[in-house]
Structure formats: C-alpha cells, structure tokens
C-alpha cells in the first residue's frame, strides 16, 4: 500500500471517533470533518495515481461522482442526510480508486448491520418506524470492512 492512500485511511480512521460521537449525538456529520475528508482523499488519491495510473483515478472520481449524485437524490427525498453523502463519497472515491468492487462490499455491510441494528432497537422499543438513526457509525463500519476484505483478498 502506497504512502498517500495509507494516510487516506488513517484520516478516515481518525475521523471514526469523533464523527461517531456527533453522529449518535446529534444526527449529524458536520461539513469540516466530510469536506476536507473529501478534498483530501482526492488530493491523496490524485498524488498516487500520477502518473501511470490515472485510469484507476478516473474510475475513483466516478465511483465519488456517482456515490454523490444518487445521494443527492436520496437526501432530497430524506432518504440520506447529506452529510452522510459528503462522507460516502469521499469514501467512495477511495475504494473506487482501489477496486470498484469494494463499493458494494462497504454499502452491503453498511446497510444490513444499519438494519440489523435498527430492527433491535425496534423490537426493544428504543425507537419507532418513524425515529431517525445515526448512519456513520455504519459507513464507517463498512468501509473499513470492505478495506479489510479488499487487503485480504490481495493478499
């Protein structure tokens, strides 16, 4: 693994805890955390691909671009906040960069341990069909499981 996408991870890695929190807390992922998450991944991601990659840069921006567009159009039916589109992308653009496959894997687990999760606190009447939940602890879930598999499918 290269120096730029190692230190990609690492601030998503740091971000985990804090946006965590605010997530649980507040329903909410604050713009200076997922924006400059996002700009710098990209700039990461951009520093690792010149100069001989820039096919695999190509397919992370899309994998960014799709993953903000069809957030975009969930958030506006309240399907999705959009601070967690600004996350998802910026992560999106990273597993994009490294194996387009790796999106799937990270949105599945993501969702289905969101489910999970929200089915317990449905049947322990913690909350209704109606309450609103915190998704960025499970995206970040995700995402470092689909790099985890990612790796050890490499391997």
């Given at each position: 693994?290269?120096?730029?996408?190692?230190?990609?991870i690492?601030n998503?890695?740091?971000?985990?805890?804090?946006?965590?929190?605010?997530?649980?807390?507040?329903?909410?992922?604050?713009?200076?955390?997922?924006?400059?998450?996002?700009?710098?991944?990209?700039?990461?991601?951009s520093?690792?691909?010149?100069?001989?990659?820039?096919?695999?840069?190509?397919?992370?921006?899309l994998?960014?671009?799709?993953?903000?567009?069809?957030?975009?159009?969930?958030?506006?039916?309240?399907?999705?906040?959009?601070?967690?589109?600004?996350?998802?992308?910026?992560?999106?653009?990273?597993?994009?960069?490294?194996?387009?496959?790796?999106?799937l894997?990270?949105?599945?687990?993501?969702?289905?341990?969101?489910s999970?999760?929200?089915?317990?606190?449905?049947?322990?009447?913690?909350?209704?069909?109606?309450?609103?939940?915190?998704f960025?602890?499970?995206?970040?879930?995700?995402?470092?499981?689909?790099?985890?598999?990612?790796?050890?499918?490499?391997?």
């Amino acid at each position: 693994m290269s120096l730029p996408v190692f230190l990609a991870i690492l601030n998503y890695a740091a971000l985990s805890v804090p946006l965590t929190i605010i997530d649980l807390r507040e329903h909410r992922l604050p713009n200076r955390f997922t924006i400059s998450a996002l700009i710098l991944t990209i700039t990461l991601v951009s520093l690792d691909a010149a100069p001989d990659r820039i096919g695999q840069l190509a397919v992370g921006l899309l994998s960014g671009l799709a993953t903000w567009v069809t957030g975009y159009l969930l958030a506006d039916r309240d399907g999705i906040g959009m601070g967690d589109v600004k996350l998802l992308t910026g992560m999106h653009v990273l597993l994009g960069y490294a194996n387009p496959l790796l999106i799937l894997v990270s949105l599945t687990f993501s969702s289905t341990l969101a489910s999970i999760a929200s089915g317990v606190m449905l049947l322990g009447k913690k909350a209704t069909l109606k309450s609103r939940a915190a998704f960025g602890p499970y995206l970040f879930a995700g995402f470092f499981a689909a790099l985890l598999l990612g790796a050890t499918v490499a391997a």
